[in-house]
């Protein structure tokens, strides 16, 4: 787990990604014959096809291949893609008292932000002048406050930092756009592991520990796998988009995490998934609806080795699918997710199972993907 305690405790949002970026280019070496970063930011990384020695004689027909767009024989090209950025604030003012005013970028329930510890990172890629500040409603506390004040869920616009500098120095150090992110550890809790923005950097974790496991056992694929950690998916999966265009894939796999809403107080009908059951093969999201024989080839790899799975519907949101399926001639894709408790809180919760699923999963496909 030192590898996903890196990944959960390097700040990263969206359009911020310089930090996850470096330390995952760090951990990937070896595993890839070539690595290259767009001009959004996306790390696209490539692993031809790994032969088989008893495939290495010449064949009349090479099942491993297929056509590209342009007509000419290749092979079958798989997109893994696993965004890297998280949830987060960019600072937008800073008044005459100090305090710092922020603006989110991506997704928040307010009822989960305040009365918490943040980090203002005034550099992208050096942490070290990174600065603790306390994330509060500007009001009154508690001890004064009246009935209608202690009601009231504050806004994003309500929110103040509070550094515990002068505010000479927090003009000096702080800037308008610089990244903000809550600060919370990573801890195993029973048999789950609890953190903040385990979406999404749980498919980090999985893409890169599948492709590891491809490398230390030697085993071959006829597939050209094309593992991508994109930018600036919690704000429209953006990265996917330019990145599935330049690569062109035959077939998409977007890694993320998903709801798992298997607790007291939700109507079973709603909890998305359940905790401990595996891997998630979403049938639909917002963004995009799954391809059918791809779930049914996922299903079956997963049967024969068995790894557990399950089928799902998301209501609402979505993933980097939506836009890979999208780009250019199109692609089958489908969305392989870890079920998460708590989700875009500071505690979000994933079963260790559910993680080792999904990353045998994906390893697993990898292995026997061909045309």
Known sequence: MELLEQLTQTAAISGREHRIRQLIQSEIKGLFDEVRTDPMGSLICLRHPRPRKSDSRPRKQDKGKTKNSAGANRPLRVMVAAHMDQIGFLVRHIDDKGFIRVNAVGGFDT????????????????????????MNPGGKP???????????????????????????????????????????????????????????????????????????????????????????????????????????????????????????????????????????????????????????EFEDVARKNKIKCQRTVMPRGGTDQGTIQRAGQGAKTLTLACPTRYIHTITEMIHLDDLHACRDLLAAYLAQASA
């Open 111 to 134: 009822r989960n932000l305040f009365a918490r510890l943040c980090t203002v990172c005034p550099d992208l890629r050096d942490p070290s002048g990174d600065l603790l500040g306390v």
């Open 142 to 296: 508690v001890h004064i406050a009246s009935d209608e004040d202690r009601k009231k869920i504050p806004d994003v616009s309500d929110l103040l930092i509070d550094l515990g500098l002068p505010p000479g120095e927090v003009k000096k150090q702080v800037k308008v756009g610089h990244m903000v992110v809550l600060a919370g550890p990573m801890q195993r809790v029973g048999h789950t592991v609890v953190s903040q923005c385990l979406d999404n950097r749980i498919a980090c974790w999985v893409a890169i520990r599948a492709i590891q496991q491809l490398e230390k056992k030697k085993i071959a694929h006829a597939c050209e796998i094309a593992v991508v950690f994109t930018v600036q998916e919690e704000v429209g999966l953006r990265g996917a988009q330019t990145s599935a265009y330049a690569l062109a894939p035959d077939v998409g796999i977007a890694v993320d995490t998903t709801l798992c809403v298997d607790t007291p107080g939700v109507p079973d009908d709603q909890r998305v998934t359940l905790q401990g059951e595996g891997a998630s093969l979403d049938m639909m999201d917002a963004s995009a609806i799954a391809d059918l024989d791809l779930v049914e």
